[in-house]
């Protein structure tokens, strides 16, 4: 009897010849095998044949791993293609490898699925899921910012998507609080895009019972995650159950059943807001991720600047002490040595490995300074960084052009020496850049001059640094995100230290936006590439 039900509903499907018979159910179910293919970094896979007189509606999918995301894939697909409780069927369109993977957090992919038109004809409308699996795991920030970066990719690349209709936040209907993970995962998508996205960022409940999601939508809204809002103020949310594979037997159909036409009703809804939504182009969403790049990496390296300076400064200080004390000796001993701690660069290798593609740093040779790191994951070349602007480098000191940087797997690094320097060493060092009616000053105000030099270089990096969070307070709709924060603590110290309260005011107004366990991971975040520095520095 089963097998004679598997042949007539299999026959009703028989149009989709990619697939493979993986349980024989009821349901029964069907692996599918999309035409695959490569947009750049990133995979696409297709589903039946595009149709020119369909729009088209695009979802992006963010979750924590666990949550259930790849179910709820499924589903879309299956309700994409008319699938029905009656027909004993089942399709899964995410790998099977793909989910183990997923759980246990070893994927970095963003994945693409597109569902054109078939013959069920649920939806008027083609359908685009943007899948970033492996948000939030135990890859740590590192791997969180690769996804990031292939949604960049995917969001400039030709064939690529340019607009979007919905942005999906996964989570359980059991969440009754969201962990500092699962914010720091929707933080980090929600700031990837522009204020006019807000309004189409909605809810994805999954494993529904049916009942009213109060401690999720609780969860939502003590987090204050920017989203779509109801009649009644709550987040816009949609409810899914996880069971639609589950083998049916005599005991659990009822409720199997239940749980489909749940899923079926929110399905239909949750379509139906597709459908009315108007899509967001994503020219401000490439916007601000690219200032948001352009930003990390001109406050890497303006930090980086101002660490030298000081050690800089922290070497002339120490010349200076030692010919206050010795004055007398050294009237009449030019070779008179003084000790002091020297900083000077050398360049090493990245530890991690991995393709340059992925892992290398955009450095300019003249400047002798690290513009990208982690570089962008599109760039083979410089030319191909987001941090190069009108064929020069926005994070350098001089604003190098392009031709003047590499794309390798090494960075500089600042370290000290002892170094014992003649009196006349140091006469030569300070006084070559003095103008000719200068050349009787004492070595003492030369040292003083150039301390000066270097403050006010100093005070020039840290309000460039200032401006650039400004400027993403304008654009983004989640501007105290934590890639803005990441920096905040050093820009703060610093700014107090020159005595700037108006902008220590700002930029602490900034920084008290997030609670300190959300705090916790942005210092971790930001140790990240300090502590990668210091192992290189061993």
Same mark, same amino acid.
């Given at each position: ?60 999918? *963010?979750?924590?791993? %666990? ?5 709820? @894939?499924? +589903? $879309?697909?299956? /309700?994409?293609? &008319? ?106 998508? *929600?700031?990837?895009? %522009? ?5 189409? @960022?909605? +809810? $994805?409940?999954? /494993?529904?019972? &049916? ?328």
């Amino acid at each position: 009897m089963s097998l004679l039900f598997y042949r007539y509903t299999s026959s009703k499907y028989d149009y989709i010849t990619c697939k493979d018979l993986i349980q024989s159910g009821p349901p029964a179910v069907y692996q599918l095998t999309p035409k695959t293919e490569n947009i750049e970094t990133l995979r696409k896979m297709t589903l039946g044949q595009k149709d020119p007189n369909k729009t088209n509606r695009t979802i992006l999918l *963010v979750g924590e791993t %666990g949550t259930g995301k790849s179910t709820l @894939i499924d +589903a $879309l697909v299956n /309700y994409a293609l &008319g699938v029905t409780w009656e027909d004993e069927v089942w399709f899964e369109i995410v790998e099977e490898d793909k989910k183990r993977s997923q759980c246990e957090s070893q994927t970095s992919d963003v994945i693409v699925y597109e569902i054109f038109g078939f013959e069920g004809k649920t939806l008027p409308y083609s359908l685009t899921i943007v899948d970033t699996p492996g948000y939030g795991d135990t890859k740590g920030t590192d791997h969180d910012y690769i996804i990031s970066q292939r949604l960049l990719d995917l969001f400039r690349s030709e064939g690529g998507v340019y607009e979007i209709n919905a942005v999906g936040l996964v989570l359980k209907t059991s969440d009754n609080r969201l962990s500092d993970r699962m914010r720091y995962i929707f933080d980090s998508v *929600v700031s990837l895009f %522009g204020k006019n996205m807000e309004n189409n @960022i909605v +809810a $994805l409940l999954t /494993y529904s019972d &049916g009942l009213s999601p109060e401690k999720a939508l609780e969860a939502l809204n003590a987090a204050n995650i920017k989203c779509a809002k109801d009649e009644e103020n709550q987040p816009v949310h949609f409810m899914f159950n996880n069971h639609q594979s589950k083998q049916k037997t005599k005991k659990n159909k009822v409720a199997l059943k239940c749980a489909w036409d749940l899923t079926n009703d929110q399905m239909k809804e949750f379509t139906d807001f597709l459908e009315k939504s108007s899509p967001k182009n994503l020219i401000n969403t490439v916007e601000v991720l690219n200032s948001r790049i352009r930003l990390t990496a001109c406050i890497q390296n303006h930090q980086e600047r101002v660490e030298l300076i000081e050690l800089r400064l922290k070497e002339i200080q120490q010349t200076k002490d030692a010919l206050k004390k010795h004055e007398e000796e050294m009237k009449s001993n030019e070779n008179f040595t003084v000790e002091v701690d020297e900083p000077y660069k050398v360049k090493k290798e990245i530890k991690g490995g991995g393709l340059v593609f992925y892992e290398g740093a955009v450095c300019c040779t003249v400047c002798e300074e690290n513009c990208h790191y982690p570089g962008c994951t599109l760039a083979w070349y410089p030319k191909h960084c987001e941090v190069m602007k009108g064929g020069r480098c926005t994070s350098c000191t001089n604003k190098c052009p392009v031709s003047d940087h590499v794309k390798e797997q090494e960075i500089y690094v600042t370290e000290t020496r002892k170094v014992q320097k003649t009196l006349h060493a140091v006469k030569e060092k300070y006084e070559k850049s003095k103008a000719d009616g200068e050349k009787e000053t004492s070595l003492l105000k030369d040292l003083k001059r150039k301390m000066e030099e270097l403050q006010r270089d100093k005070d020039q990096l840290l309000d460039e640094s200032f401006q650039h969070v400004l400027k993403l307070e304008q654009i983004a709709l989640n501007a105290d995100s934590q890639s803005t924060h990441v920096h905040l603590d050093f820009l703060i110290e610093k700014m107090r230290e020159r005595g700037d309260a108006e902008k220590v005011q700002k930029l602490e107004e900034i920084n008290g936006r997030v609670d300190e366990g959300t705090r916790a991971v942005l210092r971790y975040m930001y140790g990240k590439i300090k502590t990668a520095v210091k192992e290189l520095k061993r």
